[in-house]
C-alpha cells in the first residue's frame, strides 16, 4: 500500500497555489490508480483458493498491519473517492479481522482511532 503515501505526500507539499488551481485534485487522481490497483491486487489474493480468508492461511500479524493500512486508506480518502464496498472480498476480510478478540483487545490496550 505504498502507493498511498505518494498522494499523502504531495498533500502535505501542495503549494496554496496548486490547492486553488485545481492541480493537486487532479495529481492525486493521477496517484490514486496505483492504489486501487493494489486494492485489486490484494482483493484478487484473497480470493484465491486456499488463503482460508486470511492472507497467510490463518489470520496473522501481516493481517493486522494490512487492515491497518486499508482502514488508513479509506479514512484519509488515498482512492479519491472510491468506496471499500467496491472491494466486497476487502470488506469482507477486514471485517472478519476487525471482529477477531484479538483486534478488539489490542484497540482497547493502544487507543487506536483513526
Not at 476487502?90 to 478488539?104: D, H, P
Request: with cysteine; aromatic share 10%; glycine share 10%.
Amino acid at each position: 500500500m505504498l502507493h498511498a503515501l505518494a498522494i499523502l505526500y504531495l498533500r502535505a507539499s501542495a503549494t496554496e497555489e496548486v490547492k486553488r488551481s485545481g492541480s493537486l485534485k487532479e495529481m492525486e487522481g493521477v496517484l490514486a490508480r496505483n492504489v486501487v490497483r493494489d486494492l485489486d491486487w490484494l482483493e484478487g489474493g484473497l480470493k484465491a483458493a486456499g488463503t482460508g480468508g486470511y492472507l497467510a492461511g490463518e489470520f496473522s500479524a501481516a493481517d493486522t498491519m494490512m487492515v491497518f493500512g486499508i482502514l488508513f486508506i479509506f479514512k484519509r480518502d488515498l482512492t479519491v473517492g472510491r468506496t471499500l464496498e467496491e472491494w466486497p472480498g476487502l470488506k469482507s476480510w477486514v471485517e472478519r479481522c476487525t471482529e477477531r478478540e484479538a483486534w478488539k483487545r489490542a484497540v482497547e490496550k493502544t487507543g487506536f482511532v483513526l
